[in-house]
């Protein structure tokens, strides 16, 4: 079956330090990816998405590049904020059944110290 | 506000209580979700509904029952509840196809059973 796996955290930096969160994933079909970010209490939100080879998804500062050849959507950000501080789930959408049931990998918490 | 609504945002259940967990979306969404999220699992899915009148098992589906009573509203029911469903339950719907838009979170209940 389809699968995520992200890098365990926590990631601890500095503001304006560079981010990575890596991201793989294993797919039986051509699927889209995703990543969701949940802040203290709240629900999760579609971050970025990509829905083929080597498409990049943005929002906010954040990147992630559609990589099929290796099977990877790592989330990058350039100079983080102490708002930045949350978890982050990588995702992917597959059809399966004639259903897209989406996956999540077990999230990568981000802590942003000033 | 556009999104999904989740009811209640907080619940104490005592073993062996039985209580529904309400879900409603007004975004004109077929598919709808049911997760659960624990400390180090991520999120598993417990049921979806690929659209009106169809529910179907997700990763945990066992102690807990669904109803898509229309297109709006997917309801999530702990006929009994035990101490290992003590969670936070998250509700999320999507277009059939959810490539563009992804997945829409409501912001949880959180469930303890003592």
């Known amino acids: 079956g389809d699968s995520v796996t992200q890098m365990e955290g926590p990631v601890t930096l500095s503001e304006e330090a560079f981010l990575t969160i890596n991201c793989t994933y294993t797919?039986?079909?051509?699927?889209?990816l995703f990543w969701y970010v949940q802040y203290p209490g709240e629900g999760l939100q579609l971050l970025l998405k990509?829905?083929?080879?080597?498409d990049k998804g943005s929002n906010k500062g954040f990147e992630a590049t559609y990589r099929k050849e290796t099977t990877s959507f790592h989330l990058e950000k350039g100079s983080v904020q102490v708002s930045d501080s949350a978890v982050y789930f990588c995702a992917l959408s597959d059809r399966t059944g004639g259903s897209y049931i989406p996956t999540f990998g077990r999230g990568t918490s981000l802590i942003v110290h000033p | 506000n556009a999104g999904v609504t989740q009811t209640p945002k907080f619940q104490v259940l005592k073993t062996g209580q039985s209580m529904t967990l309400q879900c409603a979306q007004d975004?004109?969404?077929?598919?709808m979700y049911w997760y659960r999220q624990d400390p180090g699992m991520g999120l598993r899915l417990i049921y979806y509904?690929?659209?009106?009148?169809?529910?179907d098992k997700g990763e945990v589906p066992n102690g807990y029952n669904v109803s898509r009573l229309n297109k709006r509203e997917f309801s999530l029911r702990l006929e009994s509840a035990a101490p290992s469903q003590t969670s936070v339950y998250f509700c999320a719907s999507s277009p059939t196809v959810p490539e563009n838009y992804g997945y829409t979170f409501g912001s949880g209940t959180r469930l303890t059973v003592v």
């Open positions: 975004m004109n969404h077929n598919s």
């Open positions: 990509a829905t083929k080879a080597d």
């Open positions: 797919a039986t079909g051509y699927p889209s």
């Open positions: 509904s690929a659209s009106e009148g169809t529910t």
